[in-house]
């Protein structure tokens, strides 16, 4: 049975006002870590993420949302047709004043299997780049290097990352507007290495969700900025519009966001994707075809179909 995630318990109110406000807390929270539940066990089984038999290895920052993945994962776990184990993973990166005790005490309390790998890559990156140039894509690289190496170690056979519906937008915004490519952050991939399965759970997810979650469930955040690296700032400039959008046009961010699994390579112009070259008029007439001299039709029913989805709270 899972923990009931009420910070304020209702025989704590006094007065039937505060009684009726612990109960609609006590409510959202629960409709929270349902529609949580949903959505995570919604990718998993859309994408195959995870197997019977399967160790998932879920990588921890100390940031909201891969406390937010590891703790639904276990909650799924319970509830799971199929058998899995989870083993938590930290990479300490010797940043400065990194409460390295945190994380530890923290599994050890909810008594998850788990290993903290000390790699001091903060040094390495200090001493390559330059003052002033960006050492994330360094960073970045040296970690995802060291987690490969240690899920080989734990025997792991699955790799899950943190990473929300708002990530993989921006970064398909990020790769379109500055890389001039239609690329997203993909759900479940090959690693580079070509030896792991990266799994990302969480990818129906918003953001503020997870951030509330934390909140809910008052888990110990490590602060991200101790390597005193500024958030990129196309990504900023991303997330302000995303933000903007969402408040001017509800709708739209969960449009795009189905969009990405809406694609239609005939009308894009990639030569790679379809075989534009090769086209030829068949002679056989096709309901669904297109309909090259109509005006476009805005809302296709597969588009209004998501936004309903993700609006439908439990
Ligand atoms: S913000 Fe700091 S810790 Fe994070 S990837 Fe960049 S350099 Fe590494």
Not at 167 to 181: H, P, R, S, V, Y
Not at 187 to 201: T, Y
Not at 287 to 306: K, Y
């Amino acid at each position: 049975m899972e923990a009931a995630i009420t910070p304020m318990a209702p025989q704590d109110a006094g007065a039937p006002a505060d009684l009726k406000k612990a109960e609609k807390i006590a409510y959202e929270n629960n409709k929270l870590h349902k529609r949580l539940c949903r959505l995570a066990g919604q990718a998993i089984g859309d994408f195959n993420m995870i197997e019977d038999g399967d160790k998932v290895m879920v990588c921890l920052s100390g940031g909201k949302d891969s406390y937010a993945l590891l703790d639904i994962l276990m909650t799924l776990r319970e509830r799971a047709p199929i058998k899995f184990d989870i083993v938590a993973v930290n990479l300490d990166q010797k940043q400065p004043n990194f409460p390295e005790h945190v994380l530890p005490d923290y599994l050890t309390k909810l008594g998850i299997p788990f290993h903290i790998e000390n790699q001091d890559t903060y040094s390495i990156v200090k001493r390559v780049i330059p003052e002033g140039k960006t050492t994330c894509s360094l960073c970045s690289r040296l970690r995802r290097g060291i987690l490969y190496r240690v899920a080989d170690e734990l025997g792991a056979t699955k790799i899950a990352l943190g990473h929300h519906r708002d990530d993989i937008l921006e970064t398909f915004f990020l790769n379109m507007f500055f890389g001039a490519k239609i690329k997203g952050m993909p759900a479940k991939l090959q690693s580079d290495d070509g030896k792991h399965i990266v799994i990302r759970p969480l990818a129906y997810v918003k953001e503020s969700d997870t951030a509330r979650y934390a909140e809910v469930k008052q888990f110990p955040i490590i602060p991200c900025d101790l390597c005193g690296s500024q958030e990129n700032l196309q990504r900023k400039q991303i997330k302000a519009l995303m933000r903007e959008w969402e408040k001017k046009y509800p709708g739209r961010v969960e449009n795009i966001f189905s969009a990405l699994s809406t694609v239609a390579p005939s009308h894009l112009m990639d030569r790679k994707m379809f075989d534009f070259t090769g086209l030829k008029a068949t002679g056989i007439a096709d309901p669904n075809g297109d309909i090259a001299f109509d005006e476009d039709p805005c809302a296709t029913p597969a588009a209004n179909a998501t936004v309903i989805r993700f609006h439908a709270d439990e």
